[in-house]
């Protein structure tokens, strides 16, 4: 039978969350709280009222608790479909609005990148939409998460045979170096494309004039106030023009009316109002 933590103690792992992260939890998924909580305070030979004690005095134990609590499971071209129209029609048209704007660079931004496939995902489709039409253009992909231990690996850039399962041939042989029978390395001339940023995206961070803003399986951990907040500082660092994409469950209906909805070719992004 699983321990049972005192309600007040849960209550203040909660709100100091809340509070860090952004990152609420509901009865849908305080199970994976309570766990984590019961795993940690056990590691370090704690009650769970005294390893919050440690983690609230220490913002470095704090980070990691929260790297553990949240899920950064990720693969390279997850919902291949969107990167598809990225790569044939997003990129086109976004570089052609650029450069009668007399901008010859186009800014991409992976917010919650965990581990660093969805932003190498991004950029590779941009660099073969720009070899299949031609095209001359400086790209740069921001990557921010709020989780050191992911941004790291994602700086790395080093990723198993898995998390390229059903990528083509020809791009893992275009993009990647082979470690070994089971690990692949981006190419360092293309890991210079991608700037990380450790980001909570509940705050400003600063960046602007972004054409894609890929935030997917993100909002999901978030109540309706946090997503707002989260939302408002993606707008702002949006072009008036970019686009934004969330995971294909994911819906901004009733939340906001700063973002509009279209549908093409059964994917669905979003537009600035």
């Known amino acids: 039978m699983e321990e049972e933590i005192p309600k007040e103690i849960l209550e203040k792992y909660i709100t100091t969350i809340h509070n860090w992260s952004g990152i609420y939890f509901t009865n849908s998924n305080i199970s994976i709280l309570k766990r984590k909580i019961l795993q940690q305070s056990k590691n370090f030979s704690l009650t769970p009222e005294e390893y919050f004690n440690l983690i609230n005095n220490d913002s470095e134990k704090m980070m990691e608790f929260i790297d553990s609590i949240t899920t950064n499971f990720t693969k390279f071209f997850r919902h291949p479909e969107q990167f598809d129209f990225i790569k044939n029609f997003v990129i086109p048209e976004i570089v052609l609005k650029r450069q009668q704007q007399g901008l010859f660079k186009i800014k991409l931004w992976s917010a919650g990148c965990a581990t660093g496939e969805e932003p190498y995902s991004m950029l590779i489709s941009s660099l073969e939409s720009?070899?299949?039409?031609?095209?001359?253009?400086?790209?740069?992909?921001?990557?921010?998460?709020?989780?050191?231990?992911?941004?790291?690996?994602?700086?790395?850039?080093?990723?198993?045979?898995?998390?390229?399962?059903?990528?083509?041939?020809?791009?893992?042989?275009?993009?990647?170096?082979?470690?070994?029978?089971?690990?692949?390395?981006?190419?360092?001339?293309?890991?210079?494309?991608?700037?990380?940023?450790?980001?909570?995206?509940?705050?400003?961070?600063?960046?602007?004039?972004?054409?894609?803003?890929?935030?997917?399986?993100?909002?999901?951990?978030?109540?309706?106030d946090t997503i707002r907040k989260i939302l408002d500082n993606i707008y702002t660092s949006m072009h008036n023009d970019g686009y934004l994409f969330l995971s294909p469950t994911e819906s901004l209906f009733g939340i906001t009316d700063k973002f509009k909805s279209f549908k093409k070719d059964n994917i669905f992004y979003y537009h600035k109002v």
Not at 160 to 173: A, N, Q, T, W
Not at 196 to 219: E, S
Request: charged share 35%; aromatic share 12%.
């Open 130 to 224: 720009f070899e299949d039409n031609g095209i001359k253009m400086m790209i740069e992909v921001i990557a921010s998460d709020i989780s050191l231990k992911c941004l790291e690996i994602a700086q790395r850039g080093i990723y198993s045979k898995e998390k390229l399962e059903g990528v083509p041939r020809y791009i893992i042989d275009k993009y990647f170096n082979k470690i070994d029978e089971n690990k692949f390395g981006i190419k360092e001339e293309y890991k210079r494309f991608v700037r990380f940023d450790y980001h909570n995206l509940l705050h400003d961070n600063g960046i602007r004039g972004v054409d894609i803003v890929m935030c997917r399986n993100v909002l999901i951990y978030m109540d309706e």
